[in-house]
């Protein structure tokens, strides 16, 4: 017996076909049993009739609770009746793994549902969400291999703060002490010296001490860097890589937007080039829509999405203000207060996914930042290295791709765009 996937066996249209899944929905009477079935591609009817089977195969089909796990064979056809438009007439079924009854029914509460994470993804939604999260990491892939980047991995354990160290999860490393990752950027400015066109695709933590639905301590980072390039370098891959994964996203995952009720319309709009504004140039926009914000402050999330109110494909917000940026962001020689740095905020209120820089190439400047924002310099001799030995102009930036995946899926909260969230409240299952 060759088994098929549900989607492949739709796809043969008729004929005898063998399935193995999950039950997804099941309903019945004394002569006839109804079973979705559902597998990793789709869900389909099956019926089971009394009268057309063994009592062997009746009484199996009798014990198929939610998410019982089953063999059928039978016939495929065409049922504009049934919720994806085929029937099976099943003629054997064999019961794999029988299941209890099953834990979340309609109407549970999201902490429910988060505490029956492990379960949970086995939903449609988020099934769907998970297909396009495969589709993502593809297209970042995809993007960066066919413009000749090469992938490369850095360390999770690190000696050092790349992002300020008052988000750094501390961890016992033998008899020291060292840090989880916020980011890769500091090493991939030590390895753009042998490569040039580097990115990666690796976990990053912040434990920052924050309950909102863009916020998580544990997330995926996509983050390159390029020799010998300025902010207009990679502001231009930011756009094309955006772009890219939302086109492929179309191309790949026309039924998952659908389960998510997705208005694909907004997502055909996504197509550069995307509307550039400095920090300066969104203080007077929001000025004259009535929002006043002192001139070196960050933009908080309730001026992203006032901004992005007025536009319906991601912006790039560039020179914020060089006093609030990491030490490793230079200040424009035009206009020393800003720093050339971007953030990209996505439309319909999904804020910031995309923060990058040119890097500051003085090293002077580097030390004097780090003292700044108190950290030791002697933990960053190794960085500063870089500068010392064949010094080159760079930039890079990082995508967090949840809150990509959250944009593109429609999600109201960022802990869907991952399979086990971790949160500052969550740390299981």
Known sequence: ??????????????????????????????????????????????????????????????????????????????????????????????????????????????????????????SQKLSAVMKIRSTVFGAIDEYFRSHGFYEIQSPVFTPNACEGGATLFEVKYFEDKVYLTQSWQLYAEAMIASLEQIYCISPCFRSERSKTSRHLAEFWMAEMEVAWADLSNVTMHAQELVAYIVKMVLETNNHELDVLKRDKEVLRRIKTPFFTMTYTQVLDHLKNKGHIVEWGKDLRTIEEDELMKDFDKPVIVTHYPKEIMAFYKPADPEDPRTALCFDMLAPEGYGEIIGGSQRETDINKLVDGLKNQGENVENYEWYLDTRRFGNVPHAGFGMGVERVIAWVCGLDNIKDAIPFPRTMLRKSP
């Open 1 to 122: 017996m060759v088994f098929v996937s549900i989607k492949n066996a739709m796809e043969q249209g008729s004929g005898e076909v063998s399935l193995h899944g999950w039950v997804y929905r099941e309903r019945g009477s004394s002569a006839v049993r109804f079973i979705v079935l559902r597998d990793s591609s789709q869900t389909i009817q099956c019926v089971v009739k009394k009268a057309a089977v063994s009592q062997a195969v009746w009484d199996q089909a009798q014990q198929t609770p939610i998410e019982t796990s089953v063999e059928v064979h039978g016939v495929i056809h065409l049922d504009a009746r049934a919720p994806t438009g085929f029937e099976v007439e099943v003629s054997d079924i064999n019961v794999i793994g029988y299941a209890d009854t099953f834990p979340i029914t309609k109407d549970q509460s999201p902490e429910f549902l988060l505490d029956k994470r492990h379960l949970w993804l086995r």
